[in-house]
């Protein structure tokens, strides 16, 4: 049971440089989504998508790009990264379970990112 | 942005003891979640409620949507040392909560375990 594959787990990088964090679902779900975790923090969406070619922002883009061009993959483009950007990267998926109910969210083993 | 006031948050207990975390929200949420992070890995879902006063069980789990429609509470019973993890809280406000994308996301609970 694959579920929600991201690559790499882990990944230093140095200011300025750009990498994509890859994520994978084999569970047909609509929607998929991004994540980051920084330590004593929540969970903040970073970008969502509802479908294939559908994408939208969530509480912080800012710095990041998504693109939807499946419903099985989801990258997440950082472009000039930045110490700030130094996190815990989450995918995550969920189905289409009615309108009056959230779908469970499926999540990867996580992206640890530094950014040097 | 909003948020979830989780409390407490950490708690280091003895094994075999009961456990009781809780979030407050400032304003009304259609949807109360409990998701578990165990150490290295992503958040799993351990309980959702609905509706205001369902009190929903999952083995020694269980989780309460407070009345007001404001709070939530979780308590594990009989603590064991895989009880383990960060407990999060997570709600909207949204009434037609199709997907995720307007979850708040508490601060988390971490909680140990001494065998």
């Known amino acids: 049971n694959a579920g929600v594959t991201q690559t790499p787990k882990f990944r230093i990088l140095k200011i300025g440089q750009s990498m994509t964090l890859q994520c994978a679902q084999d569970?047909?779900?609509?929607?998929m989504y991004w994540y980051r975790q920084d330590p004593g923090m929540g969970l903040k969406l970073i970008y969502y998508?509802?479908?294939?070619?559908?994408?939208d922002k969530g509480e912080v883009p800012n710095g990041y790009n998504v693109s939807r061009s499946t419903t099985e993959d989801f990258p997440l483009r950082l472009e000039l990264a930045a110490p700030s950007q130094t996190s815990v990267y989450f995918c995550a998926s969920s189905p289409l379970v009615s309108s009056q109910r959230t779908g469970e969210l499926f999540f990867g083993e996580g992206s640890r990112l530094t950014v040097l | 942005g909003q948020q979830l006031n989780q409390s407490p948050q950490s708690m280091f207990i003895q094994e075999g003891e009961d456990v009781s975390m809780n979030c407050t929200s400032s304003s009304i949420f259609n949807t109360w979640l409990w998701y578990k992070q165990d150490p290295g890995e992503g958040p799993v879902l351990l309980i959702a409620l609905y509706k205001a006063g369902e009190l929903t069980s999952n083995g020694r789990l269980t989780a309460q949507f407070g009345i007001t429609r404001k709070d939530s509470f979780l308590n594990i019973s009989a603590s064991i040392p895989s009880d383990v993890g960060i407990y999060f809280c997570?709600?909207?406000?949204?009434?037609?909560?199709?997907?995720?994308?307007?979850?708040?996301w508490g601060l988390g609970t971490s909680l140990a375990v001494n065998p």
């Open positions: 569970m047909n779900h609509n929607y």
């Open positions: 997570a709600g909207s406000s949204e009434p037609n909560a199709g997907n995720n994308r307007k979850l708040i």
């Open positions: 998508s509802v479908g294939a070619g559908i994408t």
